[in-house]
Nanobody, 120 residues
Framework: QVQLVESGGGLVQAGGSLRLSCQAS????????MGWYRQTPGKQRELVAT???????NYADSVKGRFTISRDNAKNTVYLQMNSLKPEDTAVYYC??????????????WGQGTQVTVSS
């Protein structure tokens, strides 16, 4: 069983910054991709950013230049530094990981979500 614990959400004014953290724990042999997604009411969950174990990153066009994803492989933790926040960044942010179990099965897991609210 794998758990993802997120932290760092909150309320911030437009132009401000927040840093999200997500730590994975449990029956993990290795983690390939870690990432952040977000969702607003009535809309599908969308990709924000992902990072591989080798450090390759991928960003949604809407956050390029403002958000930075990073990870600490030793701690199984992924971070999302969000700068120049806009009201349209308001959403519930979910951590996701693709990993291999000790039995070498490929699995994926989601965090519980953390609310980010940007006021204008």
């Amino acid at each position: 069983q794998v758990q993802l614990v997120e932290s760092g959400g909150g309320l911030v004014q437009a132009g401000g910054s927040l840093r999200l953290s997500c730590q994975a724990s449990g029956s993990i042999f290795s983690i390939n991709v870690m990432g952040w997604y977000r969702q607003t009411p009535g809309k599908q969950r969308e990709l924000v950013a992902t990072i591989t174990s080798g450090g390759s990153t991928n960003y949604a066009d809407s956050v390029k230049g403002r958000f930075t994803i990073s990870r600490d492989n030793a701690k199984n933790t992924v971070y999302l530094q969000m700068n120049s926040l806009k009201p349209e960044d308001t959403a519930v942010y979910y951590c996701n990981t693709e990993f291999r179990t000790w039995g070498l099965d490929h699995r994926a897991a989601w965090g519980q979500g953390t609310q980010v609210t940007v006021s204008s």
